[in-house]
Nanobody, 120 residues
């Protein structure tokens, strides 16, 4: 079983910054990609940013130029640096990782979510 533990959420004023972290542990063999998703009340979960094992990044248009995703492969950890935060960034942020476990089976795991609230 692969477990993801997120940290770094909180309350910030508009224009401020937060940094989210997500550490993967458990029966890991290889993580192919990690990413951050978010879900605001009454809305569907959406991709915020993702990064592959080789460092290829993908961002939602709404966060381009403000958010930066990075990962430390040695620590099986992914980060999301969020700058110039807006009230519309308020949501529960979820970490996701997919790859192969030590039993050579594919996994696709989610964290428990961390709340980000941006006040105007």
């Amino acid at each position: 079983q692969v477990r993801l533990v997120e940290s770094g959420g909180g309350l910030v004023q508009a224009g401020g910054s937060l940094r989210l972290s997500c550490a993967a542990s458990g029966s890991l063999f290889r993580i192919n990609a990690m990413g951050w998703y978010r879900q605001a009340p009454g809305k569907q979960r959406e991709l915020v940013a993702s990064i592959t094992i080789r460092g290829s990044q993908n961002y939602a248009d709404s966060v381009k130029g403000r958010f930066t995703i990075s990962r430390d492969n040695a620590k099986n950890t992914v980060y999301l640096q969020m700058n110039s935060l807006k009230p519309e960034d308020t949501a529960v942020y979820y970490c996701n990782a997919n790859g192969v476990n030590i039993f050579q089976s594919n996994f696709d795991s989610w964290g428990q979510g961390t709340q980000v609230t941006v006040s105007s």
